[in-house]
Structures are given as structure tokens and as C-alpha cells.
């Protein structure tokens, strides 16, 4: 039991575009620049990314859209060179934003997100199936946010963050000490959260702008049940030990910062270069009760992270846009800690996007790639000890879509 909810806290699926278990692929138009829209805008995604920025957006506008994840992740074996790779998946975590400008200083906002998960299936044969086999995570951000223009060049902006978690995790259990096959173990469970976020947009001379946005840590208390399937004829012993129960545990979600440098003095064209911190060093370790009032305390011992990018956004003409972007990441996940339910590595991300405005609709459509570079596992994790130890490689492939209105 011990080991299937450090299962379930430890191995949030890994993800795209961010580090860790981030998710930030938050709006097409977003995408399409590399995620560098920290200190301008053009729809009502800056809600997540800086809600500072919604004072520049008239009237009342509703956009909502999803990014399509095709993710490929394979596992060299260090030991005998055979290769195993993730079932293949489609992701689609899904956006839907709305903003309105009460009068010129103050404008409100609501962003209803998926700011971590997505999943990953190995397999139920492959070398680290006593790690993970099947990880989903689920999460759903509903943030509201009022941005106040305090003085012409300034503007500030808060909000709050509810978080909802739901998460699924499966792995193998080995029974060949009583010498049956491997049993089956997953683990249900649910939890909620809240917390809050800022943001600041400073308007200087020149057509520079500076952008900046807070979101503070989540602790999120996560409370489920574990079933195992066990084979036919298992003795009392396994039945005993490998019984369905419950349990809970605390996942905190780390805090992160988003600044970024926007010129608009070469119109049409619009540059941004920004950077993102994480501070997943609070993933120092973790304390899991369990129905039976033991805990067990795991180190994981994770470090903050930064990463940077860059993007572009040329008017074509008064209904086209044209965009383009780049980001690298680097990664939280130390080589003594880090296994396959979250194979995170250095990452490059490098994107292509259009806008299209027509009347009153806005539609956005974006591509981008993602690379992570190949990173080996060469620590004792894993039953046996160095189970799955190898070489890890990931790539996705993603379009972001999305419609707005403007009323």
C-alpha cells in the first residue's frame, strides 16, 4: 500500500511545454510564440499568462480552445539494448477564457485551465513495470482575476486559483518469491486545492512594455482508494498483504513566475523575450498516511528551474497575423530521483502560428515541436534495484486551435 500511493503522488504523468508536470500550453495564439506573451496580448488568454493585460482588451471577449498532444517517449535498456516505447495517445487539455472592461480602469476576467498532467502508458510487460505502467493526472484551474489600471503606465491585477486533481495509477506488483505472476495495483483518488495569482504590466516610452505574473504553491490533500488484481491461487499472505483500502497524501504544486519584454516599435512587428521560474524545490520530499496510521517519508529532492524564451508576431494585415517562437527549459528531476513515470528532461520547443479575425470572431491556429534531449536513468529505483535503468528519449507533436468572439 506504501508503495502504490508513493506511486500515485510520485508519478503525475509527464508533460509538455513546461517542467516537472507543468503544463503550459494555455491558448494557440500563446503557442504559436513560443508562450512569450507575458507583456502584450491579443485575446483573452492573459488571463493565464499575465491577467494584467486584459485591461487592454475591449468590451467582453470569450475565447476557447484546446492544443492537440500526439506524444512519443521511448526506453533504450542499458542492460540488453531493448527498446520499449508508450502506447501511442492523443491529449487535448482544453481552454476557455472570458474578460470584460467594466469602465477604463477596471476590467475582469474568469480562465477555466488544465495547468498540470496528462498521461503516460509503458505497457504491462516492459522492464520498469514495477514502476509505472498507466499514469493519468487531471487538473482544472478555475481563475478568476479583476486587473486594475492605477496609473497610465501601470497596471496590477490578482486573482484566485481553485484547483481540482483527479488521478489514476497503475502499476505491476511482483509475486514470483510465491512464484505466480505479477499482480496489478491502481489507485483512484481526488483533491482540491486553492491558491492565488498576480500580475503587472508596466507600458514605457518607446512602444517597450514589461510584463510580469505570480502563482503562489497549491497544497492539495488527495484522498482515494487502491485495488489490486491478483492472480488465481494466491495464498492468504499475498491476500492479506495486497488488500483494497485507503488512503491520502498532500501534493504540493510549486509556485511559478512568468516576465517577460515586449517592443512593438518595429509595427507591424511585435517582439517578445521572456524567461519562466518554478520552484519545485518544495518537492523536497514526501510524508503518506495510510488508513492504518503508519506514514512513510520519501526525499525527492528537486530544484527550482528556469527557462526562457523568445517570440515574434508580424500584422500581415488588418485580418492575418503571422508568428513564430522558441523555448528552452531546463529540468527539476535530479538524477537520484529521476525514473520513468516522469522521464522530464532539458527541453526545445520550437513553434509556428497564425491569427485570422474576421467581424468580430478571432481564430487561432498553431504547430509546434518539442524535443526533450535524451536522458539516462543509472539509479538504484526500481524492483530489482536499477530496474529500467536506460536511456530515455521524448518528442511531441502539438496544435493549438481556438476560436474567440468579441461582443
Known amino acids: 500500500m506504501t508503495a502504490l500511493l508513493l506511486v500515485m503522488i510520485m508519478c503525475p504523468t509527464p508533460v509538455v511545454l ?41 468590451g467582453t471577449q470569450v475565447v476557447v480552445g484546446t492544443v492537440l498532444m500526439s506524444p512519443s517517449r521511448t526506453y533504450t535498456s542499458a542492460q540488453t539494448g531493448a527498446s520499449s516505447e508508450t502506447d501511442k495517445q492523443l491529449f487535448y487539455p482544453s481552454t476557455f477564457y472570458v474578460t470584460h472592461a467594466v469602465n477604463d480602469t477596471f476590467s475582469a476576467g474568469l480562465g477555466v ?17 514495477y514502476l509505472s505502467t498507466n499514469s493519468e493526472l487531471h487538473t482544472f484551474n478555475i481563475n478568476p482575476v479583476v486587473s486594475c489600471k492605477v496609473l497610465p503606465m501601470l497596471t496590477l491585477a490578482a486573482g484566485v486559483d481553485v484547483i481540482l486533481l483527479d488521478a489514476t495509477l497503475e502499476k505491476k506488483r511482483s509475486l514470483v518469491a510465491v512464484g505466480l505472476p505479477d499482480a496489478g495495483q491502481k489507485f483512484e483518488g481526488d483533491g482540491n486545492g486553492v491558491g492565488y495569482n498576480v500580475g503587472l504590466l508596466l507600458e514605457l516610452p518607446e512602444g517597450v512594455s514589461f510584463g510580469a505574473s505570480y502563482r503562489s504553491e497549491v497544497k492539495v490533500k488527495v484522498e482515494g482508494d487502491a485495488s489490486f488484481t491478483l492472480p488465481a491461487g494466491s495464498p492468504s499472505s499475498v491476500v ?25 516599435g518595429l509595427a507591424p512587428l511585435t517582439l517578445e523575450a521572456g524567461m519562466r521560474w518554478e520552484g519545485w524545490s518544495s518537492f523536497d520530499q514526501l510524508k503518506i498516511d495510510l488508513a492504518n496510521g503508519r506514514s ?7 530544484k527550482d528551474v528556469f527557462s526562457f524564451n523568445v517570440g515574434a508576431r ?9 508568428m ?34 474576421y ?47 468579441a461582443f
Open 18 to 58: 513546461g517542467s516537472g508536470f507543468a503544463l503550459f500550453t494555455q491558448g494557440a495564439s500563446a503557442l504559436g510564440q513560443g508562450n512569450a506573451v507575458v507583456a502584450h496580448t491579443s485575446d483573452a488568454s492573459a488571463v493565464f499568462y499575465n491577467p494584467a493585460l486584459i485591461n487592454g482588451l475591449p
Open 113 to 129: 485551465f488544465s495547468p498540470f498532467g496528462l498521461g503516460t502508458k509503458w505497457g504491462e510487460t516492459w522492464d520498469g513495470r
Open 240 to 264: 492479506a498483504l495486497l488488500q483494497n483500502s485507503s488512503g491520502k497524501a498532500a501534493l504540493t504544486l510549486p509556485q511559478q513566475v512568468q516576465a517577460g519584454i515586449a517592443y512593438k
Open 296 to 302: 512513510d517519508v520519501t526525499p525527492r529532492n528537486w
Open 314 to 322: 508580424y500584422q500581415l494585415n488588418p485580418a492575418v497575423a503571422l
Open 324 to 357: 513564430a517562437g522558441y523555448l528552452h527549459g531546463d529540468t527539476p528531476v535530479p538524477d537520484a530521483t529521476f525514473d520513468p513515470s516522469i522521464p522530464d528532461s532539458v527541453t526545445d520547443v520550437y513553434s509556428l502560428g497564425t491569427e485570422v479575425s
Open 359 to 405: 467581424r468580430k470572431f478571432k481564430f487561432a491556429l498553431s504547430y509546434a515541436y518539442q524535443v526533450m534531449h535524451d536522458r539516462a536513468k543509472v539509479n538504484s529505483l526500481g524492483a530489482p534495484a536499477g530496474a529500467a535503468n536506460g536511456v530515455y528519449g521524448s518528442e511531441t507533436h502539438m496544435v493549438g486551435l481556438s476560436a474567440g468572439y
